[in-house]
């Protein structure tokens, strides 16, 4: 089992930046891919960024591209993502997720564990 807690969302103006984190407990993550997505007011939640865990390479969705940047820490066994440049569009809840994966995948289904959510308000 794995654990993970978000932290780190708010309200922010637009081109402003937020910091989340998502702490990870009950596993080592050496094996395991972690992931953000986000789910708007009625929308399907959606893959924003990954980061396989073991080398630290990661991939994003083209909406955050050059905008967000998602990295972890192996001491604190925390992922964050880092989003600057925000705009309202990337309001939402923002999940992190583990999958038990040798690569990234971005269907929401394919991710064993979950957090509870943080929500990013960007206003205009």
């Known amino acids: 089992q794995v654990q993970l807690v978000e932290s780190g969302g708010g309200l922010v103006q637009a081109g402003g930046s937020l910091r989340l984190s998502c702490a990870a407990s009950?596993?080592?993550?050496?094996?395991?891919?972690m992931a953000w997505f986000r789910q708007a007011p009625g929308k399907e939640r959606e893959f924003a960024a990954g980061?396989?865990?073991?080398?630290?390479?990661?991939y994003y969705a083209d909406s955050v591209k050059g905008r967000f940047t998602v990295s972890r820490d192996n001491a604190k066994n925390t992922v964050y993502l880092q989003m600057n440049s925000l705009k309202p569009e990337d309001t939402a809840v923002y999940y992190c997720a583990a999958d038990s994966s040798y690569r990234i995948r971005t269907l929401q289904a394919e991710y064993d564990y979950w957090g509870q959510g943080t929500q990013v308000t960007v206003s205009s």
């Open positions: 009950g596993r080592t993550l050496s094996r395991y891919v």
């Open positions: 980061v396989i865990w073991s080398s630290g390479i990661t």
